[in-house]
């Protein structure tokens, strides 16, 4: 059920649009495809570095402001990627007030370079989807034994180089699993591509739908992302081969932080505040001033009821996801066949489509299902029902389920994969039952997975847009819907409160999950 959206755009390839599908061979679908894989290059190396670097840094060294920064630089994960592209446009563009106090300075021509360009574009992305690899990666860090560390020391190993040699490969599901987070995000992304002048084939979808009114020939070319999708989790998992990640001597603490003294320390400060100044701070700032420029033509009640149906829906998309990702993840484990690897990632392989996209392929199941109940209704009654799934809450439930599963699947079976499978021997040689087994060993320690899969999807939620706007029952709003609408007809300053509350919303949930899972297993 929950891979019909992307099956529906994958069988829009039964019937090809030629004209298209010429036209874009003759023009730009070269570019388009290599934008796309130097855009997916870029973002997972960026990611991989600054996310990875930063969790080592905070989990194994004691520096100043490691204790800010160790929940802090979780923050960005609030902060929808179109936001902060259109922040830090309005701040570092060649007419926003950076280059202009430059040009005031220095009394000369000097421009910063061209944020509109790829390494932008791989910036605001790195600088958004960078908190997945650090929130995955420190878990993994802070899950490991101070026993394994100390021996590769007691080998000879430096700590740079026990790092590299055990505690990284240790951790390679986790960050394996947030770098593709990281990647399909990116391949997803067009507000920011868009803002940026970036083209890629998630762009390439949109001109498509909305230039060409070629909804079939849209889903065929996103159909591309989905071959980039499936591409990254094959790959991902042939690199990893026949390893196998568990600890089976993990009793005693974890590790312990070393102290940076000097110079080494407030480096270590520095670079780890920039990054948050960078990701957070910066564009937060941006936006209050631009909230504080239009406070008088936003009301009080408008906002709260756009507050409560985002959080109400993001709450339950968060609670399905969840529940489902553990269904699929469990029977991973249970019974790793062909047949069952193979459905969990049919079934995980919406997060690389669009929300717009995803929505069209929702849209089909919803329609045919409406017409099987008119027709009965009509049969049974005399009178059909009308349209009782189509634009309901339930379809809309259904497409943020279908898009963000992905989330929860991959950070739960992350979890589940660094857990002995004698383990579970044991428990069932005791008596336990499968799910009992699941409830009292399992649960307890994933519990840090479980949380990060939940607070990921439920702010993944409240930032999506397309999907919303398309499915979403008449009358019902939401904050990223009012940043939409605002930010189409380029009314920045009035689209700030919205985008703000976006930001103030994702992070109480946030810093709870930060705060449970700094907690030693």
């Not at 507000?191 to 762009?203: D, N, P, Q, S």
């Not at 929505?359 to 045919?368: E, K, Q, R, S, T």
């Not at 930010?487 to 949930?509: F, N, Q």
Request: proline share 4%; net charge positive.
């Amino acid at each position: 059920m929950i891979a019909v959206p992307s099956l529906a755009v994958l069988g829009s390839l039964a019937h090809p649009a030629r004209e298209v599908w010429a036209h874009l061979w003759r023009t730009q679908l070269l570019e388009l495809l290599g934008n796309t894989l130097a855009l997916l290059a870029g973002v997972g190396a960026g990611t991989l570095v600054v996310g990875a670097g930063l969790a080592w840094l905070v989990v194994t060294y004691r520096f100043p402001g490691r204790a800010v920064l160790e929940w802090a630089l979780v923050l960005p994960l609030a902060v929808p990627a179109y936001v902060i592209g259109f922040a830090f446009l309005g701040l570092f563009d060649f007419t926003g007030p950076v280059q202009g106090a430059l040009r005031r300075w220095t009394g000369t021509g000097v421009r910063l370079p061209e944020l509109r360009s790829y390494w932008g574009v791989v910036l605001m992305m790195t600088l958004v989807f960078y908190p997945y690899v650090y929130l995955l990666a420190r878990a993994a860090f802070r899950e490991q034994g101070a026993a394994t560390l100390e021996t590769a020391r007691s080998l000879g190993r430096s700590r740079v180089r026990a790092f590299i040699e055990v505690t990284l490969p240790l951790a390679r599901p986790s960050i394996a699993a947030g770098v593709s987070l990281a990647m399909m995000e990116a391949l997803a992304d067009f507000g920011t591509v868009a803002t940026f002048g970036y083209r890629t084939l998630t762009e390439a979808v949109y001109r498509v739908w909305y230039g060409m009114f070629d909804r079939t020939a849209a889903a065929q070319v996103a159909s591309l992302l989905l071959l980039f999708a499936l591409a990254l989790l094959v790959l991902e998992r042939s690199l990893r081969g026949r390893a196998r990640f568990t600890q089976s001597q993990r009793r005693g603490p974890g590790v312990t932080p070393l102290a940076l003294a000097g110079w080494k320390g407030w480096a270590a400060t520095g670079a780890g505040f920039a990054i948050l100044a960078l990701a957070f701070v910066l564009p937060v700032v941006q936006l209050i001033v631009w909230a504080r420029d239009a406070s008088g033509r936003w009301r009080a009640s408008s906002f709260v009821t756009l507050l409560g149906n985002t959080l109400v829906l993001a709450a339950l998309a968060a609670v399905c996801a969840l529940a489902l990702a553990l269904v699929l993840a469990y029977a991973t484990r249970l019974h790793p066949s062909a047949l069952v690897r193979a459905s969990a990632r049919a079934a995980s392989m919406g997060y690389a489509l669009p929300g717009a996209v995803i929505a069209v392929g929702v849209l089909v199941p919803l329609a045919w299902l409406d017409r099987a109940v008119g027709h009965a209704a009509g049969w049974a009654l005399g009178h059909s029902a009308g349209l009782v799934l189509t634009g309901s809450t339930a379809g809309l439930l259904f497409a943020y389920v279908a898009r963000f599963l992905s989330v929860s699947f991959q950070t739960l079976e992350a979890s589940l994969t660094k857990i002995p499978a004698s383990l579970d021997d044991a428990a069932r040689s005791l008596g336990a039952s499968i799910g009992g087994t699941l409830r009292r060993i399992h649960l307890p320690l994933i519990r840090g997975g479980v949380l990060t899969a939940l607070i990921l999807v439920f702010v993944e939620t409240m930032k999506e847009m397309p999907a919303t706007l398309l499915l979403r029952p008449l009358g019902l709003d939401t904050l990223a819907i009012a940043v939409w609408e605002r930010t189409s007809e380029s009314l920045w300053a009035d689209a700030a409160a919205p985008a703000l509350a976006i930001v103030a919303a994702g992070l109480i949930p946030v810093l709870v999950v930060i705060r449970l899972s700094s907690k030693r297993p």
